[in-house]
């Protein structure tokens, strides 16, 4: 029994992935924070495609949830593999430095830093056992090329560019590989107050990215199809900047 795990599978991307991978025949872990009401959504399309899908709640940046929830379920059981994580949770507080308070800070962080260290910890072991598993982590543009007033959301996801390129280095052996996605403007609740009009001049697709179009790059890497690529970071930003 095949399980993908998928966190911030709520809504917007990490949605799509989830759908993609259905598609795909795995499983479905659906993790978010707390809308419950836009998971329900995820977990209706996921079961459409008839595959299992599951609903599991948790803040990834809390280690004791991490460890209560995700732990919990994957000792009581033993006989299901996941063998797909993708580390897609994430928010942003943008702010200039100088105005940034502690909790924008460490909560940016918490969530796509220390969020990929709590999940990625529980389900590795396994897949070294196994000898096969697919990591993909939903960077972004901004921790690549660092954005003014993203202080916080741009070293987090340097951070983890940087934690994917050494764990492929770690793991490569065992037949796992770990590959980031870095997305540019995709639209979505997190780019809902953003003017596409006003970006779009500067992006060469002259448009805002689908989840869609993330979800394709993230199944290929989540795929056997991208056997011979590990320790990447593939932008996905209609040209923006690479
Ligand atoms: P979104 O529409 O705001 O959805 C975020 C999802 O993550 C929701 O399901 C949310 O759960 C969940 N989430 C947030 N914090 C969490 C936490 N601490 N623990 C567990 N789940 C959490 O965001 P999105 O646009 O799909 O973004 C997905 C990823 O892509 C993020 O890492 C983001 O940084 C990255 N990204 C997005 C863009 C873009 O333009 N959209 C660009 C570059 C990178 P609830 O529904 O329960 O709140």
Same mark, same amino acid.
């Given at each position: 029994?095949?399980?993908?795990?998928?966190?911030?599978?709520?809504?917007?991307?990490?949605?799509?992935?989830?759908?993609?991978?259905?598609?795909?025949? =795995?499983?479905?872990?659906?993790?978010?924070?707390?809308?419950?009401?836009?998971?329900?959504?995820?977990?209706?399309?996921?079961?459409?495609?008839?595959?299992?899908?599951?609903?599991?709640?948790?803040?990834?940046?809390?280690?004791? &949830?991490?460890?209560?929830?995700?732990?919990?379920?994957?000792?009581?059981?033993?006989?299901?593999?996941?063998?797909?994580?993708?580390?897609?949770?994430?928010?942003?507080?943008?702010?200039?430095?100088?105005?940034?308070?502690?909790?924008?800070?460490? #909560?940016?962080?918490?969530?796509?830093?220390?969020?990929?260290?709590?999940?990625?910890?529980?389900?590795?072991?396994?897949?070294?056992?196994?000898?096969?598993?697919?990591?993909?982590?939903?960077?972004?543009?901004?921790?690549?090329?660092?954005?003014?007033? &993203?202080?916080?959301?741009? #070293?987090?996801?340097?951070?983890?560019?940087?934690?994917?390129?050494?764990?492929?280095?770690?793991?490569?052996?065992?037949?796992?590989?770990?590959?980031?996605?870095?997305?540019?403007?995709?639209?979505?609740?997190?780019?809902?107050?953003?003017?596409?009009?006003? $970006?779009?001049?500067?992006?060469?697709?002259?448009? $805002?990215?689908?989840?869609?179009?993330?979800?394709?790059?993230?199944?290929?890497?989540? #795929?056997?199809? #991208?056997?011979?690529?590990?320790?990447?970071?593939?932008?996905?930003?209609?040209?923006? =900047?690479?």
């Amino acid at each position: 029994m095949k399980y993908a795990l998928i966190t911030g599978a709520g809504r917007g991307i990490g949605r799509a992935v989830a759908v993609k991978l259905a598609e795909m025949g =795995y499983n479905i872990i659906i993790n978010y924070k707390s809308n419950t009401e836009e998971a329900n959504k995820t977990l209706a399309l996921v079961q459409e495609k008839n595959c299992e899908g599951i609903l599991m709640p948790f803040d990834v940046g809390n280690r004791t &949830q991490v460890d209560s929830t995700l732990g919990a379920w994957i000792e009581q059981n033993p006989d299901k593999t996941i063998e797909v994580l993708v580390n897609n949770a994430g928010i942003r507080k943008d702010t200039l430095l100088m105005w940034m308070k502690p909790e924008e800070w460490d #909560s940016v962080i918490d969530a796509s830093l220390n969020g990929f260290y709590n999940v990625t910890r529980l389900l590795i072991n396994s897949m070294l056992l196994k000898r096969y598993g697919k990591i993909v982590n939903v960077a972004s543009l901004s921790g690549l090329k660092g954005m003014a007033g &993203q202080v916080n959301y741009s #070293s987090a996801k340097a951070g983890l560019i940087g934690a994917t390129k050494a764990l492929a280095q770690e793991v490569g052996r065992r037949g796992i590989t770990v590959n980031v996605v870095a997305p540019g403007f995709i639209k979505s609740d997190m780019t809902e107050g953003i003017n596409e009009a006003d $970006f779009k001049k500067m992006i060469p697709l002259n448009r $805002f990215g689908e989840v869609e179009e993330v979800a394709e790059l993230v199944a290929f890497l989540a #795929s056997s199809k #991208s056997s011979y690529i590990t320790g990447e970071v593939i932008s996905i930003n209609g040209g923006l =900047y690479s």
